[in-house]
């Protein structure tokens, strides 16, 4: 119990006690949100983003398993319509599924075992451990858009299941941005391609990266995909994790 106190207190030091942090987001995250515009947060946490996408004035479908988690977004913005909560995980197909979850470390929670296998080699996961695991229910992001509407902007954050996100959506969103973790670089490349291949009707995506919680971009301009695992790779040797950036080249 007093492990799952910590990782709740420090994940919320993390993502609201950071005030130039929070300006940045608005920054970053105002290219692809305006005031009425949607956003998806898959794997909200804590509200972090939820709470920068509301400053821009976009509504938020906030989608999180996590029981401690859930508390914390509901005493947050329970209260608030602009806020849709979804006690669910996303998957390729609707269901049920077992989340491990590490009560130090609740952003590593995750319900892909491959995952944790490739980045418990890593030092810097020396220290993290999935202590133990529920079941979660499962919807798809193409359940999502027929409950809620079409984002305009779509985050996957689900340590290594991103992948099986993205496999449920079938139609490409205006922007989304995914997790990058060099330990799981081949999961990574293999999110990559789906959207690729969403995209491949509309035009096409082109990319961007933002390192380590910076909110800034590391590119100058947008990239195509070979462009993207060029900067990636460069990224890749020093173990500096980040998200992958996407828009549609049309939008």
């Known amino acids: 119990m007093l492990a799952r106190a910590w990782g709740i207190t420090r994940s919320l030091a993390i993502y609201h006690g950071q005030p130039a942090k929070h300006r940045r987001a608005r920054e970053l995250y105002g290219q692809f949100l305006s005031p009425g515009d949607l956003g998806f947060d898959i794997g909200a946490h804590v509200g972090g983003r939820v709470r920068t996408w509301r400053r821009l004035g976009a509504r938020v479908v906030a989608v999180e398993p996590q029981p401690d988690c859930l508390r914390v977004l509901r005493l947050a913005f329970g209260r608030d319509d602009g806020v849709t909560i979804e006690p669910t995980a996303v998957g390729a197909r609707a269901g049920q599924a077992r989340l491990e979850l590490s009560s130090a470390t609740p952003t590593v929670s995750t319900m892909s075992s491959s995952w944790i296998d490739s980045v418990t080699a890593d030092p810097s996961f020396a220290g993290v451990r999935?202590?133990?695991?529920?079941?979660?229910?499962?919807?798809?992001?193409?359940?999502?858009?027929?409950?809620?509407?079409?984002?305009?902007?779509?985050?996957?954050?689900?340590?290594?299941?991103?992948?099986?996100?993205?496999?449920?959506?079938?139609?490409?969103?205006?922007?989304?941005?995914?997790?990058?973790?060099?330990?799981?670089?081949?999961?990574?490349?293999?999110?990559?391609?789906?959207?690729?291949?969403?995209?491949?009707?509309?035009?096409?995506?082109?990319?961007?990266?933002?390192?380590?919680?910076?909110?800034?971009?590391?590119?100058?301009?947008?990239?195509?995909?070979?462009?993207?695992?060029?900067?990636?790779?460069?990224?890749?040797?020093?173990?500096?994790?980040?998200?992958v950036y996407a828009r549609l080249a049309s939008a």
């Open 130 to 243: 999935w202590d133990r695991s529920v079941e979660v229910p499962v919807v798809t992001l193409d359940d999502l858009v027929a409950r809620h509407g079409v984002p305009a902007f779509c985050k996957v954050d689900v340590e290594g299941f991103e992948v099986d996100v993205l496999a449920g959506l079938s139609r490409p969103v205006r922007a989304l941005s995914f997790e990058y973790l060099p330990p799981a670089h081949d999961a990574a490349l293999a999110a990559l391609d789906l959207v690729e291949r969403l995209g491949a009707g509309a035009g096409g995506y082109r990319y961007n990266y933002s390192p380590v919680e910076t909110m800034r971009f590391a590119a100058d301009e947008w990239l195509d995909a070979a462009g993207l695992v060029r900067l990636l790779e460069t990224y890749r040797p020093a173990g500096r994790s980040g998200d």
